[in-house]
């Protein structure tokens, strides 16, 4: 139990479109995901926490109108890169928790996005 | 400043031996300290988690220590494998649903 998946797993957009991905529980409620972002070599950094139903609270440095995210349901939450640009190019991963427990954080897969 | 220090950035082993990976961290109160394993372009795999009251975790071939006082957390594999070949981050939490913060991790080579 306890996965999570992210769609799509690549994608490549051109410099001034915008972009979606989905991160999905498949098999347990989450109330509370989180979208992280990773650059090469790089540590996973936190962009934002979504709560079902309420708005997005973002990291300190991140964007809001331009990494818009969306937890409409218990299993679904939507991130949007915006006018995206090629120092967007990383690598985005969710994470959720689930209800009642917070202890451990189960990752989707991570969606790798190159801007060109 | 609070700091997650993987003082390793990279790290090779023997085959057979037991890997010895550290976490230091600095301005934080840990509730939980979680190690997890990401392998090339994919997400992070959850394998072992330690509060602060418990000194020590095991899980097969997979040891965690935890020490408040040093604010540092140990993490073994004993027996080690090539399939053990990854990268493992070091992540605290606070408390409650707060989020995870990751330290940078520890690139692990086993050479057979």
């Known amino acids: 139990g306890a996965v999570v998946s992210q769609h799509p797993s690549w994608v490549i957009c051109k410099s001034g479109t915008s972009v979606k991905i989905e991160c999905r529980s498949l098999d347990f409620q989450a109330t509370t995901m989180f979208w992280y972002r990773q650059f090469p070599k790089q540590s996973l950094m936190l962009m934002a926490t979504?709560?079902?139903?309420?708005?997005?609270?973002?990291e300190q440095g991140v964007e809001k109108d331009k990494f818009l995210i969306n937890h409409a349901s218990l299993t679904l939450s939507t991130l949007t890169v915006t006018s995206a640009h090629p120092e967007d190019s990383s690598f985005y991963i969710c994470?959720?928790?689930?209800?009642?427990?917070?202890?451990?954080?189960?990752f989707g897969p991570g969606t790798r996005l190159t801007v060109t | 400043s609070q700091k997650i220090e993987q003082n390793s950035e990279a790290l090779n082993i023997q085959e057979g031996k037991t890997a010895t990976l550290t976490c230091n961290y600095t301005?934080?109160?840990?509730?939980?300290l979680q190690w997890y394993r990401q392998d090339p372009g994919r997400g992070p795999v959850f394998l072992l988690l330690?509060?602060?009251?418990?000194k020590e975790k095991r899980k097969e071939r997979l040891k965690v220590t935890f020490d408040t006082t040093l604010k540092q957390s140990l993490f073994h594999i004993t027996a080690s494998q090539p399939a053990d070949s990854a990268t493992y981050l070091c992540a605290l939490r606070n408390s409650g649903n707060t989020p995870l913060v990751f330290g940078k991790g520890t690139r692990l080579s086993v050479i057979a």
């Open positions: 330690i509060r602060e009251n418990e």
């Open positions: 979504s709560n079902e139903g309420s708005k997005a609270t973002y």
């Open positions: 994470s959720a928790t689930r209800d009642g427990s917070s202890y451990e954080q189960y």
């Open positions: 301005n934080y109160s840990p509730a939980y």
